[in-house]
């Protein structure tokens, strides 16, 4: 199997906390739980199918034992039910990112050119009631009017603007200190639930061996 490139060793070690699951993975799972509000339960299979790497930085061969493959099905407190599946890499046509929500009146796809949603322009495509072919939608003009251009930057400045907009207000448009606890409490259920083979319940403690 040939090897494969990343950054740094340290993406490669589960135990440093920056995985595949806990940066692109956990990007998404925040704007999951923005659309469609709080995961009630999750199972998941986490699997590392490629044992070393060569770390860019330093050149290394390297073992690796943090996962290149994740797959997360569960419910949202809603009753909704979701399913997500990635994998390290990159496409190999510039489209790696794929999220089809399907509605009683219509479906929507975003896509990109990787699974980092935070990261990436996105593209919106719909259809509703009896179409049948996805059609373009267009972001307005006024929605990018005033902010940087590039993702990166201009998602950070938007997020800075919604802040102190609610600072100022008393709304709540940001994410806030309970959202990134939510989270990484979502995150480490899915570990527990691929570590012990079960499906975890939110809004209980999250268990840490079978017993």
Not at 149 to 174: C, I, K, P
Not at 195 to 204: H, K, N, Q, S, V
Request: glycine content about 10%; hydrophobic content about 40%; cysteine-free.
């Amino acid at each position: 199997m040939q090897l494969i490139s990343i950054p740094s060793g340290y993406l490669l070690d589960r135990r440093n906390g920056a995985s595949l699951l806990t940066i692109p993975v956990g990007h998404t799972l925040a704007a999951l739980r923005h659309v469609f509000g709080a995961v009630a339960e999750v199972s998941a299979l986490l699997a590392t199918r490629r044992s070393t790497a060569v770390a860019v930085d330093t050149g290394e061969v390297l073992p690796a034992s943090a996962p290149d493959q994740a797959l997360v099905h569960g419910t949202f407190d809603t009753g909704v039910p979701f399913s997500i599946h990635y994998r390290g890499g990159a496409a190999r046509d510039g489209d790696g990112l794929f999220w089809e929500i399907n509605g009683t009146d219509g479906d929507i796809r975003v896509s990109g050119a990787s699974g980092h949603t935070q990261m990436v322009p996105l593209s919106l495509k719909a259809t509703r009631g009896n179409e049948t072919a996805l059609r373009t939608l267009d972001v307005p003009a006024s929605y990018r009017i005033g902010w940087p251009e590039e993702v990166e930057s201009g998602n950070v400045a938007r997020l800075y603007a919604s802040m102190a907009r609610d600072l100022r207000d008393g709304t709540r448009s940001a994410p806030t200190f309970d959202d990134a606890v939510a989270l990484h409490r979502l995150i480490s259920a899915i570990e527990r639930a691929a570590d012990l083979g079960l499906r975890i319940t939110l809004a209980e403690p999250i268990p840490t061996a079978l017993t």
